[in-house]
Each structure stands twice: as structure tokens, then as C-alpha cells.
């Protein structure tokens, strides 16, 4: 009989941020989910320096942010849109 190799998936599963590395990233988000009803699409921004925080720190795979669907939050253009 064959024996199944259980692996973990390719995109979802990262290493739990054990030492709390970017714990403060991850409350600022949390916070402004809870703030704004649990709309996520009003916290991106946090979600972004969340995610930044953890690929940085080696926590997740290193991925352009344009392919986690932030392109249009890179180089400050986000600030400009809610500004006007």
C-alpha cells in the first residue's frame, strides 16, 4: 500500500509569527478591521504593511506586492486618492 505524503499548500500557510515580530502591524490592522465594521477593503493599507512587515522578517514568501493585489497602493498613490 501506497503511504500519503501529507504537504502543506502553496499559498496560505506561513510560519506563525512566534517571537511577535510584527505583532504591532498585525493590532493596527486588526484595530482598523474592527473600527470600520470588518470592511477589509477600508484597511489595506494596513493589510500591505502587514504583509510587508512578514515577508521582510522571512514569515511568508517573498511576492511582489502588485501580485497580492496592491499595485495600486505602491509608491504612495493610495495617499493621493484619499486626499482628493
Same mark, same amino acid.
Given at each position: 500500500?501506497?503511504? +500519503?505524503?501529507?504537504?502543506?499548500? *502553496?499559498?496560505?500557510?506561513?510560519?506563525?509569527?512566534?517571537?511577535? $515580530?510584527? %505583532?504591532?502591524?498585525? &493590532?493596527? +490592522?486588526?484595530?482598523?478591521?474592527? *473600527?470600520?465594521?470588518f470592511e477589509n477593503?477600508?484597511?489595506?493599507? $494596513?493589510? %500591505?504593511?502587514?504583509? &510587508?512587515?512578514?515577508?521582510?522578517?522571512?514569515?511568508?514568501?517573498?511576492?511582489?506586492?502588485?501580485?497580492l493585489g496592491f499595485?495600486?497602493?505602491?509608491?504612495?498613490?493610495?495617499?493621493?486618492?484619499?486626499?482628493?
Open positions: 500500500a501506497k503511504s +500519503f505524503q501529507p504537504r502543506p499548500p *502553496d499559498k496560505g500557510s506561513f510560519p506563525l509569527d512566534h517571537f511577535g $515580530e510584527c %505583532k504591532s502591524f498585525k &493590532e493596527k +490592522f486588526m484595530k482598523c478591521l474592527r *473600527d470600520n465594521h477593503a477600508l484597511c489595506r493599507n $494596513e493589510s %500591505k504593511e502587514y504583509l &510587508e512587515c512578514r515577508m521582510e522578517r522571512q514569515l511568508m514568501a517573498q511576492e511582489p506586492l502588485e501580485k499595485g495600486d497602493l505602491i509608491d504612495g498613490k493610495s495617499e493621493a486618492k484619499n486626499k482628493s
